[in-house]
């Protein structure tokens, strides 16, 4: 009995090594991007995934937001795009 024990411990030490160097450090990286969704304001300065870098201008319900790129030349995004704030703005006044 105790030979069937062993055979699990080594079982039970790569589910532990896996849980606390891939597993707990990308749940953590996924609340700090949702958060960081979660704090987008208009005239926040954003970085997409795919390499532009815009402003906020306006936030378009939960999950959507128009930036603009140029002037005069603007996208309406997923939310969840973006990839970094590079700077955060004061709450702009409607």
């Avoid at 090594?17 to 949702?34: A, D, G, S, T, V």
């Avoid at 390499?51 to 005069?72: P, Q, R, S, T, W």
């Amino acid at each position: 009995m105790s030979e069937g024990l062993i055979q699990f411990v080594p079982l039970l030490a790569i589910f532990a090594i896996l849980y606390f160097f891939l597993i707990r450090p990308q749940n953590r990286r996924m609340k700090e991007h949702q958060q960081m969704v979660a704090g987008l304001q208009r005239g926040d300065t954003v970085v997409f995934s795919g390499g532009l870098i815009g402003k906020v201008k306006k936030l378009v319900g939960d999950n959507e937001a128009v930036v603009e790129v140029a002037e005069g030349v603007q996208l309406r995004i997923v939310k969840h795009s973006v990839t970094e704030v590079r700077s955060k703005s004061e709450p702009a006044n409607d």
